[in-house]
């Protein structure tokens, strides 16, 4: 088993823990409450409650434990169902992605020009022209897209024929 699969597994435990903890904080009694006494409208005064302190993301977490106990003591037959099925979740709003304008990504890559260096490195082209130098005007980004110019080396000296190459398919494409 790798380390990464081992410490997802941790954390996903931890996660699940934060959710009981969570559960266990905002309903107060809950845990001296025996669990056949805990009705419908305590889950749901719970819920408005917590909705309004909590992510949607965490809250349906949240839900999702309470949910899960009341289903294992239904199973166990300590209850007749599970009350906790009439707490709606809450709606996830994915975040909103926007692409800068054309004057601040150039005025990003300035900013990174000036903190760094002078040299930038073209990771998508592999290990082996990892080292290769970029003038300072070797990335412009015009109103088509970023556009690639030229190495300080010719094709020749960096013992690559990939530029010749870049170069033409990103004359193509400006066309």
């Not at 996660?15 to 749901?44: F, V």
């Not at 800068?100 to 300035?110: C, E, G, H, V």
């Not at 022209?129 to 094709?155: F, I, M, N, V």
Request: net charge positive; glycine share 4%.
């Amino acid at each position: 088993m790798s380390s990464s699969t081992h410490s997802t597994r941790a954390r996903t435990r931890d996660y699940w823990r934060e959710c009981l903890a969570a559960l266990q904080k905002s309903w107060p009694g809950l845990n001296e409450t025996e669990i056949r006494k805990i009705t419908q409208a305590d889950c749901k005064k719970w819920a408005s409650a917590y909705a309004k302190t909590a992510s949607p993301t965490r809250y349906n977490n949240t839900v999702a434990v309470l949910r899960h106990v009341l289903n294992v003591a239904a199973e166990a037959g300590v209850v007749y169902s599970n009350v906790a099925a009439v707490v709606k979740r809450a709606a996830v709003r994915s975040k909103e992605i926007s692409l800068p304008t054309i004057d601040k990504l150039n005025a990003m890559i300035a900013a990174m020009r000036a903190r760094h260096s002078r040299t930038l490195q073209l990771g998508f082209l592999g290990d082996r022209h990892k080292g290769d130098r970029l003038s300072a005007r070797a990335t412009q980004y015009s109103e088509r897209g970023p556009a690639l110019l030229r190495p300080d080396k010719d094709d020749s000296q960096c013992g690559a024929s990939w530029f010749s190459g870049l170069r033409a398919s990103m004359a193509q494409m400006s066309n």
